[in-house]
């Protein structure tokens, strides 16, 4: 059996908009699905949770894989040829620690003077290595990658590579990509013909 949703499941589960050639695992969760939106080509592995809060968009040719949970409560937009691999966590919203605020969604925003949240923005061809966490009004700019076990506690600059936790730059990430994805849907197209 396939583990994808068939396109009749993938109808009933109520999706903002959805676009063509989805792959959604069976066993991915979606909470306030209304709220998410999906373009082309894209696939959502097992076990990920996607909330969609404010509201989530996913755009065209983006992998999210496995055990991935994204938190949208304020927003979280991610952009074209994106890729986040197994066990990240994104958070659009967070509670404070400190012990100057209340924690877990049971009590009021009153009590939680310390609560962050903003919108977080992953723009074109991002990639985030595994078991990272990205938090609060973020923005990993066009190119950026995120190497595995990372804490993203603020903008990543374009076309440049992070790592650690925090997550500092290392070097600058290289844009053949940008070719070779031209060259691929070249090639897809030709064959389509």
Request: proline residues 4%.
């Amino acid at each position: 059996m396939n583990s994808f949703c068939s396109p009749e499941e993938l109808s009933l589960i109520g999706f903002g908009s959805l676009g063509k050639n989805v792959k959604i695992s069976r066993k991915a969760s979606f909470y306030s699905p209304e709220r998410i939106f999906i373009a082309d080509n894209v696939r959502i592995d097992d076990f990920c949770m996607l909330s969609g809060g404010s509201g989530l968009t996913i755009d065209s040719f983006v992998h999210v894989s496995a055990f991935v949970a994204m938190y949208a409560g304020s927003g979280i937009a991610i952009g074209h040829g994106c890729s986040i691999s197994p066990f990240t966590a994104i958070f659009s919203e967070c509670d404070d620690f400190s012990g100057e605020s209340l924690v877990n969604p049971w009590y009021s925003r009153d009590f939680k003077p310390g609560y962050k949240a903003g919108k977080v923005i992953l723009k074109d061809y991002v990639s985030v290595g595994s078991h990272c966490v990205i938090v609060p009004k973020v923005t990993l700019h066009e190119g950026a990658a995120v190497l595995a076990n990372s804490l993203v506690l603020s903008d990543c600059e374009e076309w440049s590579i992070f790592c650690g936790t925090p997550a500092k730059k290392i070097k600058t990430r290289s844009k053949a990509l940008l070719e070779l994805e031209r060259e691929c849907l070249l090639k897809q197209h030709s064959r389509q013909r």
